[in-house]
């Protein structure tokens, strides 16, 4: 099936533990993206990858880390470095804000 | 900097009837485009409908349409003929042309369908 897979849809954390959420995809798309949401508010980027072996920084990084050693794989760090990790990440692929996702992956911090 | 409002936290309409969701946004860009995606409750946010602001015929996917009115930088969403299936949290988000990654999104509102 084409398409986007995150894994775990849900994980649990104890503090100061770091996480790693996993991406996806066989949709061919260059750019992919790390995205959090939480209740009442739009989502926000936190790093967004172009091409392989490059990515960049969006609006809340910090204590956020990832890789894109493949075109088809862009996972997400959850470091212990962020001070409120519980939240929905979702990941997406596309260009130009025509954007497919991932189903999410729950994560609370216990 | 360029901001999206969705005024209307959540709105609930009858089954079969005619629903307008509301987005406003900020921007001081000519050439941009608009969109509205839904999240069902499984969480998987979808793509509804795009808009391209340089075309002023309004973009329409089936029962979805949208009334753009740059002018008065609005966006809204209308759903005909509402189904159950359609809801959902539904997001306005902008992006400037020439842009690959800086899509802005509104805090969304939440639709109820009314069997």
């Known amino acids: 099936d084409g398409g986007i897979t995150q894994s775990p849809k849900y994980l649990f954390r104890k503090e100061g533990q770091n996480v790693t959420l996993s991406c996806e995809q066989n949709?061919?798309?260059?750019?992919m993206y790390w995205y959090r949401q939480d209740p009442g508010q739009g989502l926000r980027l936190i790093y967004y990858?172009?091409?392989?072996?490059?990515?960049q920084k969006g609006d809340i990084a910090e204590g956020y880390s990832v890789s894109r050693e493949k075109k088809e794989s862009f996972p997400l760090t959850v470091t212990s470095a962020q001070k409120n990790p519980t939240a929905f990440y979702l990941c997406?692929?596309?260009?130009?804000?025509?954007?497919?996702f991932g189903e999410g992956s729950r994560l609370t911090v216990l | 900097a360029q901001t999206v409002t969705q005024s209307q936290p959540e709105m609930s309409v009858q089954e079969a009837e005619t629903v307008t969701l509301s987005c406003t946004y900020d921007?001081?860009?000519?050439?941009?485009?608009l969109f509205w995606y839904k999240q069902p409750p499984s969480r998987q946010m979808i793509l509804v409908i795009r808009?391209?602001?340089?075309k002023q015929q309004n973009a329409t996917e089936n029962r979805f349409s949208v009334n753009f009115q740059k002018a008065a930088k609005s966006f809204s969403l209308k759903i005909s003929d509402s189904q159950l299936g359609d809801a959902a949290m539904y997001f306005c988000?902008?992006?400037?042309?020439?842009?690959?990654?800086?899509?802005?999104w509104g805090a969304g509102t939440k639709l109820i369908i009314k069997p």
């Open positions: 997406a692929v596309g260009y130009t804000g025509e954007l497919f």
């Open positions: 949709l061919n798309h260059d750019a």
């Open positions: 990858s172009q091409i392989v072996n490059d990515f």
């Open positions: 921007t001081s860009e000519s050439d941009y485009y």
């Open positions: 808009q391209e602001a340089y």
């Open positions: 988000a902008y992006i400037r042309r020439g842009s690959n990654y800086q899509l802005i």
